[in-house]
């Protein structure tokens, strides 16, 4: 049986490079135990479901926010063998063949407390592990003083807090991209990016905890701030202090490197005793790392895209009223977001469901191409997922249509 790790081949438009840094964090692991990445198999995400060749080993680092055509979380091929390091989902309903399928992998490492509860709320072994991009090797053992600052993706709230100063020395860019945008594959991009701020950033400021997290890593001073808390952050707000909102006016624009390389080692041996299915190590390890995170008071998030999604709806329409609504991809986000509207909003009505990928039926409607939204243009439409946002922009420009929300709207490209 050999080791794998996934690849993102087939992305839309429009997409977040954070995802890569994941990718990133598992070819880390694997030169950790001594792998040649070589002789590592890369799959297609999509084809994890699918996949008829050789029995893989695959950790599994990274969100399932996805459903596959069977409404699922998981449902891999048998011949992929998962190993659940640090997995985070958004629904925190679960399907009867999902808790199965949990179960015979358990127990189940989450990146996140939301994720965790989930897990426990169908009585599935699980433990909090945190993120694998925080498991990345020091490579700075003193401040790069003469260094850059870099602000990436920052919010129009944080730039106003900071010091005028500060802000003429910024760098700005985004870790958010299109494709065409692009002059390599994405994987070496994030990767040429992380190398860049290693060598040359003595501060990045960030929203995204793919950025922020990899740079604490690396022992970059980071401040990570973000307008609202995710419940993504919930779990490695243990090592990495977040900054929220409220909080902005007590940033200190001069942090210090983070010192958890005790944790990191933790973190490292428990994902190489769960590759490897040392039973009784592993589960002392987790122990191990329960302890180190003990003391941290939990701090609950939102979920961002379903929070922004109901202000939205709540500034449009009174709860009695009478509307049509469209889905745009079948997300778990897309689940929430029909759950919100059916608890909330019970005459509202689900016209018309748009999926180039998946042939499915979503509570009665059956999944169309975007044209559908010609044919109910008094609909309010919903755009449920981030690569979805590039394609959705020009048909929406071209066909004249202005009744629509993006529903993660944070992650627009700086420009």
Same mark, same amino acid.
């Given at each position: 049986m050999k080791f794998a790790n996934i690849i993102y081949n087939k992305r839309n438009k429009y997409m977040n490079? #954070?995802? @890569?840094?994941q990718l990133l964090a598992i070819e880390n692991l694997y030169d950790y135990m001594n792998i040649d990445y070589r002789d590592v198999v890369r799959i297609e995400f999509s084809n994890l479901h699918t996949w008829d060749g050789e029995d893989l080993i695959v950790p599994i680092s990274f969100p399932l926010f996805t459903f596959n055509q069977e409404m699922r979380v998981t449902c891999f091929s048998e011949k992929i063998h998962p190993v659940f390091l640090a997995v985070s989902i958004l629904t925190d309903t679960l399907d009867d063949s999902d808790v199965?399928?949990?179960? !015979?992998?358990?127990? +189940? #490492?989450? !990146? @996140?407390?939301?994720t965790f509860h989930t897990m426990k709320k169908y009585n599935i072994d699980? $433990?909090? %592990?945190g993120c694998t991009t925080l498991t990345f090797p020091r490579k700075r053992e003193a401040d790069l003083e003469k260094g850059k600052i870099f602000c990436v993706d920052s919010s129009e709230n944080v730039l106003a807090k =900071?010091?005028?100063?500060m802000k003429k020395e910024c760098i700005f860019m *985004?870790? =958010?991209c299109y494709v065409e945008e692009l002059d390599k594959k994405s994987e070496e991009k994030e990767r040429e990016i992380y190398n860049m701020l290693i060598n040359e950033a003595k501060l990045v400021i960030t929203t995204r905890m793919h950025v922020a997290l990899p740079c604490i890593a690396a022992g970059i001073p980071v401040v990570f701030? !973000? @307008?609202? %808390? *995710? %419940?993504r952050f919930s779990g490695i707000d243990r090592i990495a202090r977040i900054y929220t909102e409220?909080? $902005?006016? *007590? +940033?200190d624009w001069n942090p210090k490197p983070i010192e958890y390389e005790t944790i990191k080692e933790k973190m490292l041996n428990l994902a190489v005793s769960r590759i490897y299915n040392r039973v009784e190590e592993y589960r002392r390890l987790i122990s191990d790392l329960n302890e180190c995170l003990a003391d941290r008071k939990v701090r609950e998030g939102k979920v961002e895209s379903v929070y922004y999604a109901e202000k939205y709806l709540e500034s449009r329409f009174s709860p009695d009223e009478s509307f049509d609504y469209i889905i745009w991809a079948v997300t778990q986000t897309a689940e929430m977001i029909y759950q919100l509207l059916k608890r909330k909003w019970k005459n509202a009505r689900l016209a018309a469901v748009v999926d180039r990928g998946k042939q499915i039926n979503f509570h009665g409607r059956q999944s169309e191409l975007k044209e559908a939204i010609l044919n109910n243009r008094n609909a309010t439409v919903l755009v449920c997922t981030v690569s979805a946002i590039g394609e959705a922009k020009e048909y929406f420009a071209e066909n004249g249509i202005d009744n629509y929300f993006y529903c993660f709207k944070d992650d627009e490209p700086l420009k």
């Open positions: 490079l #954070g995802d @890569d840094m199965e399928y949990l179960n !015979r992998y358990a127990p +189940i #490492g989450c !990146r @996140d407390n939301h699980a $433990y909090l %592990f =900071m010091p005028p100063e *985004s870790n =958010m701030a !973000r @307008d609202m %808390f *995710s %419940f409220e909080q $902005y006016d *007590s +940033i």
